[in-house]
């Protein structure tokens, strides 16, 4: 186990409404929501009256009526991350990216050439703020896991240090909530058994955490309540899987509606398995209920491809695997992963030969929209939808 606190976790806040405010100053200090349909960010400013990520724009409108609602730009987005993970990269060649917008940066290797970790994570709060123009909150602790917690807490744009001896003050005060894979779900479990802090569930025995909540999610959360997280900063350079994922909100879904959300997030994750020379074998569909239970579905091609009509018409097939579920339960996100990727050079050549048409229009819409933005391109099906949910999709997230 590490002795001292090395690690930082990185969080931009509020990020795509960050952007926005950056962009357009006459946004500054106004409540603002990314999305219409649905809320796929909000501004501080939005998120103290009440809206939250996820949730229905009608819902968002009547807690902040004078909110200003602007649609999502990805591209932004993406530059202003590569624009981040540039500086992280920059301080220390041990960053885990964790989504668009957070990453761990292990640190402990750099006090004679950069100073304590403190002082490390100070500059780098001040280079983010200074050449990407956006605010950062930053934890540092001794484990990954302390560390996302201090930066939630830390925030909006701020820095907390969790020192060793101060882990257990830190914590265990805390709400289970603040445990990282405790959603409501495995919160109101715990509520119901009296179970509200982090230093209540410390107080159990490993099997009783286990009893309530099952053997794995037991075992984990009880162990991060208990401050044991041997994981070190894993910097890796090659994906084993890609991803995005769509929050829904709570309102029904037609089955149209559903197929052009799904098209989207196809659509944009065979252009990055094009752009990365990349084909994929698996394609793994990840839903959420109503009741806020989750499923996976997945699906292994007989050859491994990049070409949107397979990995279209294997995703169609998944969804339509779980369509009696989402009637009877109600669907709040939908995902695809692509897993199991090659080389491109490993994609077998005669998937040209059965899906010619498709490899010729993938490579045209290529085309369109590295010379005039993804947005220059869509689906006739997407034509006079509203932008709040026919908008580009989200990156995945832990």
């Not at 780098?124 to 050449?131: S, T």
């Not at 990407?132 to 540092?140: D, N």
């Not at 009880?222 to 041997?230: E, I, Y």
């Not at 084993?240 to 149209?256: D, N």
């Amino acid at each position: 186990m590490r002795g001292e606190a090395t690690v930082l976790h990185a969080d931009l806040d509020a990020f795509y409404a960050s952007v926005e405010q950056r962009d357009a100053p006459a946004l500054r200090g106004r409540p603002v929501i990314v999305g219409g349909g649905v809320v796929l960010a909000a501004s501080y400013e939005a998120k103290a009256r009440g809206v939250r990520t996820a949730m229905g724009g009608r819902q968002a409108r009547e807690l902040c009526p004078d909110a200003v609602i602007v649609p999502p730009r990805m591209e932004a987005y993406t530059a202003a991350s590569r624009a981040v993970f540039g500086i992280f990269r920059d301080t220390t060649p041990l960053v885990e990216g964790l989504s668009i917008d957070e990453a761990f940066l292990e640190v402990g290797g750099l006090r004679r050439l950069a100073g304590t970790p403190e002082q490390v994570a100070v500059r780098l709060r001040e280079r983010v703020r200074r050449e990407v123009g956006l605010p950062i909150s930053v934890g540092v602790a001794r484990t990954k896991f302390l560390a996302k917690v201090a930066s939630a807490v830390s925030k909006p744009d701020g820095l907390l240090i969790v020192e060793p001896d101060r882990e257990e003050e830190f914590l265990l005060p805390l709400p289970v909530e603040r445990l990282w894979g405790v959603g409501k779900v495995t919160a109101e479990k715990l509520h119901r058994h009296g179970i509200r802090t982090v230093g209540q569930l410390a107080e159990l025995e490993a099997s009783a955490a286990e009893r309530l909540l099952g053997r794995a999610a037991g075992a984990h959360v009880h162990a991060m309540a208990r401050l044991l997280d041997p994981r070190p900063v894993i910097t890796t350079t090659r994906r084993g899987s890609i991803g995005s994922q769509r929050a829904l909100g709570t309102g029904p879904r037609t089955a149209e509606e559903l197929d052009v959300i799904l098209s989207q997030i196809v659509d944009r994750l065979a252009r990055r398995l094009r752009d990365g020379g990349r084909g994929c074998r698996t394609v793994v569909l990840r839903l959420r209920f109503g009741d806020f239970t989750k499923a996976t579905r997945s699906r292994s091609l007989r050859l491994a491809s990049d070409r949107t009509a397979v990995l279209l018409a294997a995703a169609r097939g998944l969804l339509a695997t779980a369509r009696p579920e989402i009637e009877s339960r109600g669907i709040t996100l939908i995902g695809i992963s692509l897993g199991q990727l090659v080389r491109g050079e490993d994609v077998p050549q005669e998937l040209r030969i059965d899906w010619g048409e498709s490899a010729r229009l993938d490579t045209v819409a290529d085309a369109v929209r590295d010379r005039f933005g993804a947005a220059s391109l869509a689906r006739a099906a997407q034509l006079g939808r509203d932008p709040g949910w026919s908008a580009p999709v989200l990156p995945e997230h832990e």
